[in-house]
């Protein structure tokens, strides 16, 4: 069970993350893909923007969350943080450098944003003592 939640989870990342537009995406739920054989490289490693607005911010919001939930489910399954912490970034690296591929913007600052929630879920983790961490492993 604790690999299936985990595929889930990182499935939903992939489809949020490479679909055409994330956007029509939750408007009307429509799931494309589009494959760019050259895209251009350079966009990855783009700073911040000077103005963050709040869809940005949401944006963010959500990289931040999904890759704190992947944490905890990798955590369930895998006992050693380092592990969990190892799978978890790396997967974010992945789907970054993956949308440059699918017509979207990888950007190297949002592999911070994956990986803030992926060290805060280990923070989160370690302050439950093991008694009641193992109560929250789904089984």
């Known amino acids: ?7 889930l989870c990182a ?8 679909t055409y537009s994330f956007d029509q995406l939750i408007r009307i739920g429509e799931i494309r893909f589009e494959w760019d054989l050259h895209p251009d490289l350079s966009v990855f490693l ?12 949401l944006q963010k919001a959500g990289h931040f969350s999904a890759f704190f ?5 990798l955590q369930s399954r895998f ?11 790396s ?3 992945f789907t970054e450098i993956l949308q440059l591929y699918f017509t979207r913007d990888g950007r190297l600052f949002d592999i911070g944003f994956d990986s803030a929630g992926v060290f805060i879920a280990l ?3 370690s302050c439950i ?11």
């Open 1 to 7: 069970m604790r690999v299936l939640l985990i595929l």
């Open 11 to 18: 499935g939903a990342i992939f489809v949020s993350t490479c």
């Open 46 to 57: 783009e700073p911040l923007p000077a103005h963050l607005s709040g869809d940005f911010l």
């Open 69 to 73: 939930i992947l944490t905890i489910l």
């Open 79 to 89: 006992q050693a943080k380092g592990a969990a912490m190892i799978l978890a970034i």
């Open 91 to 93: 997967y974010g690296v």
């Open 123 to 125: 923070f989160v983790r």
């Open 129 to 139: 003592p093991r008694q009641q961490s193992r109560d929250i492993h789904f089984k």
